[in-house]
């Protein structure tokens, strides 16, 4: 069970836009920035989106990270075949005095 | 491009230890904060622990479920950190990442640069 809770699963076709939620806490989200990581099959973790919202170098602008109160989103736009990965959201936990990481979701573009 | 390079991991027996090394040529590990994270076979993510950079004491902080198993430690003089861990039970099977925190993209809490990760099997 993790501390963060995210869709197993989301879809969407070529093109469109879809949202990851990720519930949390006010000892985490509530109190932390948020974190994004993208894990392409076979491959490790990278970072998507840092401090809620801010975009690595090489990110595309169709990846939007948001935060309100104890709850982050991912939305990706413009939906592309290469997007279809795993995404975890994570968050400093306050109380464990950690990062608490959701059980990730599933992308998959029809 | 900076890389960072697990080893260590292979097929261990309930009850058993193992180091694993994560090492690297490129970044200034001097101040780098490094992370391990595991993730079960078909799993998400878990952190595992950290160690500060040499700069900021080398001091370590753990995931509370492994606390008493897991020791982080480091070595400037091969810019290498290891993961401690022992008395493995069979749920320890997994790929373990090392991570550096914030070396690029200023916050320690952002693990912005990973290894390939290096597969432990805990099973007799």
């Known amino acids: 069970q993790s501390v963060l809770t995210q869709p197993p699963s989301v879809s969407g076709t070529p093109g469109q836009r879809v949202t990851i939620s990720c519930s949390g806490s006010s000892s985490n989200i509530g109190s932390n920035t948020v974190n994004w990581y993208q894990q392409l099959p076979g491959t490790a973790p990278k970072v998507l989106i840092y401090?809620?919202?801010q975009r690595p170098s090489g990110v595309p602008d169709r990846f939007f990270g948001s935060k309100s109160g104890t709850s982050a989103s991912l939305a990706i736009s413009g939906l592309q075949s290469e997007d279809e990965a795993d995404y975890y959201c994570t968050a400093w936990d306050d109380s464990l005095n950690g990062p608490v990481f959701g059980g990730g979701t599933k992308l998959t573009v029809l | 491009e900076v890389q960072l390079v697990e080893s260590g991991g292979g097929l261990v027996k309930p009850g058993g230890s193992l180091r694993l090394s994560c090492t690297t040529s490129e970044i200034t590990f001097f101040n780098a904060w490094m992370n391990w994270v595991r993730q079960a076979p078909g799993k998400g993510l878990e952190w595992v622990g950290r160690i500060r950079s040499e700069s900021d004491g080398g001091t370590t902080d753990y995931a509370a479920p492994l606390k008493g198993r897991v020791m982080i430690s480091r070595d400037g003089s091969k810019k290498t950190v290891y993961l401690h861990l022992n008395s493995l039970k069979t749920e320890d099977t997994g790929v373990y990442y090392c991570a550096t925190g914030g070396y690029r993209l200023g916050s320690h809490h952002v693990l912005d640069i990973w290894g390939q990760g290096t597969m432990l099997t805990v099973s007799s």
């Open positions: 401090n809620v919202y």
